[in-house]
């Protein structure tokens, strides 16, 4: 996914889907909570420029070289069966 502000592409992770959290955030990086996810379209799974989610926690405590970041997805991934995207 890129962030849609610094256009920053970023590695989105999610196990449970909720929250999932963005990997390799390096400390200095210019991420900020509120800030919105795009598909990055890298992936022939999703084209580019579909919302994936919000940045809800920032945290740059708990390392000394990586944010910990949490992302909010804007769907329940759990209620989801089946999925198409017309173009």
């Known amino acids: 996914c890129y962030v849609r502000r610094t256009r920053e592409i970023r590695i989105l992770n999610g196990e449970n889907m909720s929250p999932l959290t963005l990997s ?3 400390n200095k990086s210019n991420i900020h909570e509120g800030d919105i996810l795009l598909t990055s379209g890298y992936s022939f799974r999703y084209p580019r420029g579909l919302a994936v989610g919000k940045v809800i926690v920032v945290d740059d405590k708990k390392s000394k070289y990586f944010k910990e ?3 909010e ?3 329940d991934f759990s209620k989801i069966d089946i999925l198409f995207f017309i173009k």
């Open 69 to 71: 970041v949490l992302v």
């Open 24 to 26: 390799y955030i390096k």
């Open 73 to 75: 997805p804007f769907v």
